[in-house]
């Protein structure tokens, strides 16, 4: 890819990311503030879906594409992510929960080569481990780990396998398809979930974090796919690294939250990890450019 293309790339990566952690910040301020983090995640899927829903440009020809199984895992797998990250954003500072989230470049890296049969080079293996090093100083197993965290895992367990499965369907089907699909089967796969927690009293502070909450997720997610129609799975996993730059910020201006020296160190050997798998793919295209 020429490097004003992977730019742009990195550049529309970074932007989806940081709506995508906008919308957790939101989300954060309404669990700490002892929201449901279900209702939460059901409130996300159905307001976008609402308001997205007339520009969807979803036909009646389309409405059996909703029961395709890839686009049910996907929705599925998408639900379960946020669910789970909603949960440890509730107890764990957002910056510690973000760099335990980011073992999901690590799943997507594996699925990816299991599953697409991508062929990633042997040393962009080595900075996702690198990657995956830094995750563990965040999260500290045995040392510290608290259940959000474990939460937080599992949230990026999810969110690796959702993106390898926008990898697998982002060539088949429309972009908007795709995210009113993952906005519908998530309302309804959490509606059960809401059924049963309390709901809070409603003002005008908890109404705009929903809202603000259901538009950074939404577009963000739709930006994500865009961007995987552009480049494979594997070149997308350590461009998503660009998340820690916002949570950390937003951690800090919003919560106050400052990173420990451990995690700190984790953050930068994650980011560490990113830039080098960029750079290790640009260096790779370098002399297939100058072929005649």
């Known amino acids: 890819m020429p490097l004003p293309d992977l730019l742009r790339l990195a550049g529309l990566v970074f932007a989806a990311v940081s709506l995508v952690v906008l919308g957790d910040t939101a989300g954060k301020l309404l669990t700490s503030g002892g929201v449901d983090p279900f209702l939460v995640a059901w409130s996300r899927f159905a307001l976008a879906a609402i308001a997205l829903l007339p520009f969807s440009g979803l036909t009646r020809a389309e409405l059996p594409n909703l029961l395709d199984r890839r686009i049910l895992v996907r929705g599925l797998f998408i639900a379960c992510g946020i669910s789970s990250i ?31 049969h991508e062929r990633p080079s042997a040393l962009r293996g080595v900075l996702l481990g690198l990657g995956f090093a830094g995750v563990m100083l965040v999260v500290k197993p045995g040392f510290g780990a608290t259940p959000g965290i474990g939460f937080a895992l599992l949230a990026g367990m999810f969110y690796g396998a959702y993106l390898v499965m926008t990898r697998v369907v982002a060539g088949v089907f429309r972009p908007r398809f795709l995210l009113i699909s993952q906005l519908l089967i998530g309302s309804v796969a959490l509606a059960p979930l809401v059924a049963m ?26 930006l994500l796919v865009l961007a995987n ?5 594997s ?9 820690l730059i916002s949570a950390t910020v937003l951690g800090v201006l919003v919560f ?11 953050l930068l050997v994650i980011a560490g990890s990113g830039i080098g798998s960029l750079a290790l ?6 002399p297939r450019s100058t072929r005649i």
């Open 229 to 233: 129609r552009r480049a494979e799975a």
């Open 86 to 116: 909603l949960t440890a954003l509730r107890t764990e500072p957002i910056a510690n929960v973000f760099g335990a989230f980011f073992i999901g470049p690590v799943v997507s890296y594996i699925l990816a080569i299991l599953f697409l």
């Open 281 to 286: 793919h640009r260096q790779s295209l370098a």
């Open 256 to 266: 106050g939250d400052w990173p420990d020296i451990w995690t700190l160190a984790g």
């Open 197 to 222: 927690a309390e709901l809070p009293a409603t003002d005008l502070r908890l109404s705009l974090l929903i809202l603000l909450s259901a538009a950074g997720s939404a577009v963000g997610n739709f």
């Open 235 to 243: 070149l997308i996993a350590p461009l998503v690294y660009s998340q």
